[in-house]
Nanobody
Framework: QVHLVESGGGLVQAGSSLRLSCVASGRNLSTYAVGWFRQAPGKEREFVSG????????RYADSVKGRFTISRDNAKNTVWLQMNSLKPEDTAVYYC??????????????????WGQGTQVTVSS
């Protein structure tokens, strides 16, 4: 099991940028696919972005394409989510999740085994 800790959330105005970090401990993240999900109040947790263990493959939800960028540095056991042109509808708790031993980039919550505690992102209009 890998332990994940997210950071970088905050309160920003629409149009601003934030960079979320997901730092892993306990295991080497280089053999894990990593996904970012978000959950707004009263809504289900939804996929935002994901990256393969090599970093060669990335996936994005349509709602964030062109605004968010996922990246990773396996030497630092870290995955980032760069979020630009933030909108009020991006407000949510953001979670990173990891799945060991796959070359794929899953997009559903049930496919991931390990989760962080989340970081709050609030975008004001």
């Amino acid at each position: 099991q890998v332990h994940l800790v997210e950071s970088g959330g905050g309160l920003v105005q629409a149009g601003s940028s934030l960079r979320l970090s997901c730092v892993a401990s306990g295991r080497n993240l280089s053999t894990y696919a990593v996904g970012w999900f978000r959950q707004a109040p009263g809504k289900e947790r939804e996929f935002v972005s994901g990256i393969s263990w090599t970093g060669d493959t990335t996936r994005y939800a349509d709602s964030v394409k062109g605004r968010f960028t996922i990246s990773r540095d396996n030497a630092k056991n870290t995955v980032w989510l760069q979020m630009n042109s933030l909108k009020p509808e991006d407000t949510a708790v953001y979670y990173c999740a990891a799945l060991w031993g796959t070359v794929l980039v899953p997009t559903t919550t049930r496919e991931y085994n390990d989760w962080g505690q989340g970081t709050q992102v609030t975008v004001s209009s």
